[in-house]
């Protein structure tokens, strides 16, 4: 059965980085995408962004361009998602959601259980 | 970016009633290809989102056959035929017409 498992819980401090992983098992890892979602405490869902596990082609939401790099490891069936200039309003969960391959395609069938990462002093 | 607006914020339903939620983008979702790309997401209390409806009117595997989608363009409906306790969540449409994705701000449904 298709599986999507993420790290733990990361408490990180303003200014600092976060990686979050997200391990697929029961498909052919490569021939999906990965989008990221995250949602602040109480809110909606926010799409981050997306990347083919296929050849690594990436589309970031353009508010986080800059500050986030998604990258994939094939070897191990492994996506990751890394923030960087953590700020207060960072503070999320984070989840990642299987995709289509060749582009963000909002097809989000299977997701990861969540990561929380919070940002405080 | 698209702006994806839903209607109402929250309902709550008697069990076995039916309930509509709108969601209304700002710009066609109708892609040249032919399909349009609106869907329906389903986030249950303490859980992830769950798909229930992709390309405005398909009903992802498993998702039970009272939940439809209709709509075209701009104008989109999610509709529970008869509402059980276990559809308490929140809704939320999400367009990918674009590079942008942008879901609602979702649509919190109740047991009465």
């Known amino acids: 059965q298709v599986q999507l498992v993420q790290s733990g819980a990361e408490v990180k401090k303003p200014g600092a980085s976060v990686k979050v992983s997200c391990k697929a098992s029961?498909?052919?890892?490569?021939?999906?995408?990965i989008s990221w979602v995250r949602q602040a405490p109480g809110q909606g869902l926010e799409w981050m962004g997306w990347i083919s596990a296929y050849n690594g082609n990436t589309n970031y939401a353009q508010k986080l361009q800059g500050r986030v790099t998604m990258t994939t490891d094939t070897s191990t069936s492994t996506a990751y998602m890394e923030l960087r200039s953590l700020r207060s309003d960072d503070t999320a969960v984070y989840y990642c959601?299987?995709?289509?391959?060749?582009?963000?395609?909002?097809?989000?069938?299977?997701w990861g259980q969540g990561t929380l990462v919070t940002v405080s002093s | 970016d698209i702006v994806m607006t839903q209607t109402p914020l929250s309902l709550s339903v008697t069990p076995g009633q039916p309930a509509s939620i709108s969601c209304k983008s700002s710009?066609?979702?109708?892609?040249?290809?032919?399909?349009?790309?609106l869907y329906w997401y389903l986030q249950k209390p303490g859980q992830p989102p769950q798909l229930l409806i992709y390309e405005v009117s398909n009903r992802f595997s498993g998702v039970p056959d009272r939940f439809s989608g209709s709509g075209s363009g701009t104008d989109f409906t999610l509709k529970i035929s008869r509402v059980e306790a276990e559809d308490v969540g929140v809704y939320y449409c999400?367009?990918?017409?674009?590079?942008?994705?942008?879901f609602g701000g979702g649509t919190k449904v109740e047991i009465k």
């Open positions: 999400m367009q990918s017409i674009q590079p942008a994705l942008t």
């Open positions: 029961g498909y052919t890892f490569t021939s999906y995408g």
């Open positions: 959601a299987r995709d289509r391959v060749a582009v963000a395609g909002g097809n989000f069938d299977y």
């Open positions: 710009q066609s979702l109708l892609h040249s290809d032919g399909k349009t790309y």
